[in-house]
């Protein structure tokens, strides 16, 4: 048997004495995909950053090609053959995407002039291959969260990679986007490209990949061919107990609305949307990325201006025309990205969650850090919010738990309508049911929730009803049996005539 | 015993963990600077020397006051040195106008304060509304002040025939000068403003991330527009105290390299220059380090022409060492 691509011999490595990955032996061949799966923390990400040479292994011993790897950085790793797409996207925003693509590694015509028309060329020929409509002169700053994938995938595939690992590529991504991704990927692989895969979603894992690696707090769990393990034993695996019932018990909702908004209108990317919400309800919101629904949620709150239209709360009509309208009416919001409009990374945990609901907190014009501590050390038991110490700052927190600060942020504010927009983006499966016995215990203390969400095993499992958008517009409110994935579906791509 | 004694070991460990070097690398650098000072020169712990020093140190530190919520709220301000001119030339202005009595000084030092106010709103405003970037807008404002100071002086010097008018700039109180007081008392009050208040922690909030700040129903414009109001106005308390010293203020020199001081001295204090974090009693040290400094250049019989030098390789000394600790 030829040797492996990438060899590990009891890889370990620690931060400030804390291991953070354990002994890990494996053997990855060539033209394999491998996929990598762990909650967060499991040491997935140390991992692969060891291989990329971001990191340097406290123990242990690294094979590429059979040869040792004495110190690895990144771009040794480069030149090796290794490419990373990232979780975050490393793109330079006033570029275009051909330019983006070649960056540091230009084509060039003659010692002084790049060749710029070759250089597109190759650009297009890329985006032809991922089936992508992308140009190769549109700027970064222009283009969709999903076309930047895309570019960050073309970026990686352009350089003649013998391993290529991919995080979360799929995040951001359609269905119909992540088929193309996917025979990529197979067509790579017969070429003999390696792929390293990272995802959450165990679906597309067992799907697309050879063989799946399970870490779990920094330790190797299972390694198995995908074909002889299934999602459930996946998931268990990587919680490291049997998972019963990820989605909670639905409660029934009253009947009368406590949000009802009517014709709602934002300069093109909100058209017309009319819904209403009743009392101790989980509204769900689908739809394809770009279809609106964040920017409905955040003309709802008052981030962006509304141009026509009204919003009434238990049948009074209200002007909210910013977000402090917003909090003062009861209408919380948990934005969806949480690095850049949820929480402060450099503020600690209190002044996190006290950030909106400061005035609560004011005696005699000042603010009583006693009373934030009391509050903060109520929400950190009640959330089980792993924290270093009270006083840490967001920055050292995981993911999870930062998210579960941000959620307490918006909480803090008492509110009695609570938006989630991608509650459960990027974070592992146990923190992901937290998070939906969170909802469901709002619900059943008559809080009524918008819940919108990219996954629609989600939004079927969470929601009393479910709001499709397209393009702006609320294509079908669904109830009942109707909400089933192929009916979201035909709204969501405005394929539902064709059905009915 | 031996467990209390460990625990106490270990909670001693945690404190200094805590410690956040920002906070305590000012204080640190000025004592060894103070002691450095006091070997190198005999004159250096007179108590004349160091009323001196602080003396003339209250000026940019007043202003360093309000530069520093300015620069936590992610901005800056250049244009306090030539506010500083304008408003003390208004201030001499209006006291030969009434006559130069205890009135006229009142009336003189109220104009002030709500003039220099209304130049930071000035500032506050087209930063805020206009959306132009600040560092464009108080350059512009830096060459109108200072433009309209000559304009109305006719490049002239502004005299105040008051008398009563230098006891306030040139009086003492407990053997400490007057203004150093003012820099006190404006410092309490500034640094429970920027730790303890709404007002202080959403500034921290804006220069920490802004669209954090606006989806947490902060109203950032609002806050931004507020550090410039605050900037200005002490601007014109230093203006008042600077007029009151001198009984004069001369339209070419009055307030020049202000702004250079003043953000010199909240870097060096320890706010971050990208925003989002600082303190007030950093600011406070970061202006003595400063004063110190330029009173051993003087008392070492250093060329005053190189004192410039020496103040900007502190400045950009202090923010590399903020950039290797970030």
Known sequence: ?500 | MKTTSKAYLNKAKELLKDLDLNQYGPLIALIVLVIISSFASPYFLKWRNITNVLRQISYTGIIALGMTFVIIAGGIDLSVGSMTAFVGGIVIILLNHFGGGMFAILIAIGAALLMGAAAGAFNGLIITKGKVAPFIVTLGTWGMFRSLTLYISGAGEFRSNSFLFPKLGMGYFLRIPIPVWVLLVMAIFYGILLNRTKFGRYACAVGSNERVAKYSAINVQRIKFITYIITGFNVAVTSVLLSSRLNSINPTTAGSGFELDAIAAVIIGGTALSGGTGSILGTLIGAIILGIVNNMLNLLGVSPYLQGTVRGLVIIGAVLIQRKRG
Do not use: W
């Not at chain 1, 040479?53 to 990144?74: A, C, D, L, S, W």
């Not at chain 1, 409905?296 to 309208?325: D, F, M, N, V, Y």
């Not at chain 1, 937290?434 to 929730?449: H, K, P, T």
């Open chain 1, 1 to 500: 048997m030829a040797e492996a691509l990438v060899k590990t011999e009891n890889i370990a490595k620690e931060f400030s004495g804390v291991r953070v990955l354990n002994d890990i032996n494996v053997d990855i061949e060539r033209g394999e995909i491998f996929g990598l799966i762990g909650e967060n923390g499991a040491g997935k990400s140390t991992f692969i950053k060891i291989i990329n040479g971001i990191y340097q292994p406290t123990e242990g011993r690294f094979f590429f090609e059979g040869e040792k790897v004495k110190r690895m950085n990144p771009f040794r790793a480069k030149k090796l053959g290794i490419s990373t797409i990232p979780q975050e996207f490393n793109l330079v925003d006033h570029l275009n995407v051909y330019e983006n693509i070649f960056l540091g590694q230009e084509h060039k015509k003659n010692a002084l002039l790049l060749d710029q028309k070759r250089m597109k060329q190759l650009t297009r020929d890329l985006m032809e291959e991922l089936e992508a409509n992308i140009s190769p002169e549109d700027r970064i700053d222009e283009i969709s969260v999903a076309q930047k994938q895309m570019v960050e995938i073309a970026k990686a595939i352009a350089y003649e990679s013998k391993l290529l690992i991919m995080d979360e590529p799929t995040t951001v991504l359609t269905s119909n986007e992540i088929d193309v991704l996917f025979s990529l990927m197979r067509d790579l692989s017969d070429q003999g490209v390696t792929i390293v895969y990272i995802s959450h979603k165990l679906r597309e894992v067992n799907k697309i990949c050879d063989r799946v690696m399970v870490l779990r707090d920094g330790e190797f769990v299972s390694l198995k061919p995908t074909n002889e393990v299934t999602e459930h034993e996946m998931a268990n695996m990587m919680v490291g107990r049997e998972l019963n019932q990820m989605f909670p018990e639905m409660t029934t909702p009253r009947e009368e609305p406590v949000l009802e908004v009517k014709g709602l209108s934002n300069d093109g990317l909100v058209t017309d949307a009319s819904f209403h919400l009743k009392k101790g309800e989980i509204l769900g919101f689908a739809g394809l990325v770009g279809a609106g629904r964040t920017e409905l949620a955040e003309t709802i709150i008052g981030i962006r201006k509304q141009t026509e239209g009204e919003i009434l709360i238990e049948g009074e009509k209200k002007e909210i025309s910013s977000p402090r309208r917003a909090v003062n009416n009861g209408i919380a919001y948990l934005p969806e990205d949480r690095q850049a409009t949820g929480i402060i990374t450099n503020f600690e945990v209190p002044k996190n969650i006290t950030l909106i609901s400061l005035k609560k907190y004011i005696q005699n014009f000042l603010i009583s850090q006693k009373k934030e501590r009391e509050s903060t050390r109520k929400y950190i038991d009640e959330f089980n919010i792993q924290v270093p110490s009270i006083n840490a700052r967001l920055e050292t927190l995981s993911g999870g738990n930062q998210q579960k600060v941000s959620l307490v942020k918006s909480l803090d504010t008492e509110p009695e309508i609570f938006i989630f927009d991608e509650p459960t983006r990027g974070i592992d499966v146990s923190a992901k049911m937290d998070i939906f016995n969170f909802i469901n215990e709002l619900v059943e203390s008559g809080i009524s929730v918008i819940f919108i969400s990219s996954e629609l095993e989600e939004i079927i499992g969470m929601s009393n009803r479910v709001a499709v958008m397209r393009e702006g517009k609320i294509t079908g409110i669904l109830e009942g049996n109707e909400i089933t994935e192929e009916k979201i579906m035909y709204h969501a791509t405005g394929l539902e005539e064709r059905v009915v």
